[in-house]
């Protein structure tokens, strides 16, 4: 069974104080893994998708790394607008393109 | 662009009422369309998904269930509401891997 674990639960950071969200994955072959972020009582906006281990994609003060057993959200800098729940999701290989696991998320709050 | 519209945007209904939840795509033809809910604490349960009108497939057998009558439409409805369904409902269309999800529905079962 597939399964996504992303830590910690909640951040709290500083304006301008970097760090990085996790989100360890577990399945049979991977087919892509996403990033998402989600604003209090509403839907999750899709922010990046990675492919294959040593990949990197960038936008604005995020940064997304992949590696063959988790994912790293880079927060360089971050503003008090970046405070949103972030979701990591995982599609396996196999099982066609409706097959996706969402990880719980982290709670990030950017006190400023 | 594409949109995804969700209403209601919140819903509060008494055990054993009927529900029905509708989500309309605009933008784009034959989409690939979900119903996931989100409780508090888990991550999103994929429940059920249509790959064209009238095509369903159930992810979690429960007292749930969806309908697609036209291509850009997608229903889910109850005819007995529990307690335990209440959450967070978002319906998503997928373009290849990525899934955009709509503004979601509040419901609240008393």
């Known amino acids: 069974e597939d399964q996504v674990t992303q830590s910690p639960e909640a951040l709290r950071l500083q304006e301008g104080e970097s760090s990085s969200l996790n989100c360890s994955y577990t399945?049979?072959?991977?087919?892509?893994l996403f990033w998402y972020r989600q604003d209090p009582g509403k839907g999750p906006e899709f922010l990046f998708t990675?492919?294959?281990a040593g990949e990197e994609k960038e936008k604005e003060r995020l940064k997304a790394t992949l590696t063959k057993k988790e994912s790293f959200l880079h927060i360089t800098a971050p503003k008090p607008e970046d405070s949103a729940t972030y979701l990591c999701?995982?599609?396996?290989?196999?099982?066609?393109?409706?097959?996706?696991?969402f990880g719980t998320g982290t709670k990030l709050q950017v006190i400023p | 662009s594409q949109t995804i519209h969700q209403w209601p945007a919140t819903l509060v209904q008494p055990v054993g009422s009927p529900l029905s939840l509708e989500c309309t795509v605009e933008?784009?033809?034959?989409?690939?369309l979900y119903w996931y809910r989100q409780a508090a604490g888990r991550g999103l349960q994929l429940l059920f998904y249509?790959?064209?009108?009238?095509?369903i497939s159930s992810e979690v057998p429960q007292n749930l269930s969806a309908s697609r009558p036209q291509d850009r439409q997608f229903i889910l409805s109850s005819k007995k509401l529990l307690l335990s369904d209440s959450g967070f409902y978002l319906c998503?269309?997928?373009?290849?891997?990525?899934?955009?999800f709509g503004p979601g529905t509040r419901l609240t079962v008393t």
């Open positions: 998503a269309w997928r373009d290849w891997g990525e899934q955009y």
């Open positions: 399945v049979s072959g991977l087919r892509g």
């Open positions: 990675l492919y294959s």
């Open positions: 999701a995982v599609q396996p290989a196999s099982g066609g393109y409706q097959k996706v696991t």
């Open positions: 933008g784009t033809s034959n989409p690939n």
């Open positions: 249509s790959v064209g009108i009238g095509q």
